[in-house]
């Protein structure tokens, strides 16, 4: 396989956890560049990320969000290829990279998604974590990078599940079962925890409806490719 991804990483205090992610994306055979986004860190992760060798990294002095960092990303990727990577996972290896990535190189797939340890039951059941951070796919699926901009923090991955279902595209679902997202308990502690994850579903809330999330889940089900 010649074909490469640009790998973007947005880092949002992960001083504890974005170096570990980066040694395992770093240097990786179906990798050509690693653009991290520190998107108005206030811990200790900056300092961490530029003296990290192999990388292209973007710094804002304030928090712009989520999906802001990977439209700036993308807009600097050289390469066709996209994979996002969320900077907090735990337990990656060198095969998850290779197995997200591998079915999109190969034409398997238009688009993969990881599907982790860690995630909600109810989405092991379907089989598809909907609002999974780690995917890989083609840049010219979305017509409009700048439309980005404009999402809620955590509206990058609905909005891009409505282009899966806009276009049909193959999707494939790969099991990391050795990777975990810590929750938000874990990091910021039980009631801050409590209050982020609240956030974060109101911030999808945003983008979609209850009934739309539930179409989105079903859809993204019938695309699925072994």
């Not at 989520?66 to 990577?85: H, P, R, Y």
């Not at 996972?89 to 990535?101: C, K, M, P």
């Not at 190969?106 to 609002?131: H, M, P, Q, T, W």
Request: proline share 1%; charged share 25%; net charge positive.
């Amino acid at each position: 396989m010649t074909t490469k991804a640009s790998c973007i990483i947005p880092v949002y205090n992960e001083a504890d956890r974005v170096s570990r992610v980066l040694d395992i994306v770093v240097g990786h055979e179906l990798v050509d560049e690693v653009i991290v986004v520190d998107d108005g860190s206030t811990d200790n992760s900056r300092a961490i990320l530029v003296n990290h060798s192999g990388i292209r990294l973007i710094s804002y002095a304030r928090n712009r969000g989520k999906s802001f960092a990977i439209m700036s990303g993308i807009q600097e990727a050289k390469n066709d290829i996209i994979m996002l990577v969320d900077s907090d996972l735990v337990g990656l290896h060198d095969a998850n990279i290779t197995s997200l990535i591998s079915p999109v190189v190969e034409n398997r797939a238009d688009i993969a998604i990881s599907l982790r340890k860690n995630s909600l039951l109810i989405y092991k059941i379907l089989g598809l974590d909907f609002v999974s951070g780690e995917r890989v796919f083609h840049k010219n699926i979305i017509e409009d990078i700048g439309a980005l901009a404009c999402l809620s923090g955590y509206g990058l991955e609905v909005f891009l599940n409505g282009i899966i279902i806009k276009k049909h595209l193959r999707l494939k679902v790969v099991w990391w079962g050795d990777v975990i997202s810590p929750r938000k308990s874990k990091k910021l502690g039980w009631w801050q925890g409590i209050k982020g994850d609240w956030n974060m579903i109101m911030q999808i809330l945003s983008t979609l409806t209850v009934s739309d999330i539930l179409y989105q889940m079903y859809k993204m089900r019938t695309l699925r490719v072994r």
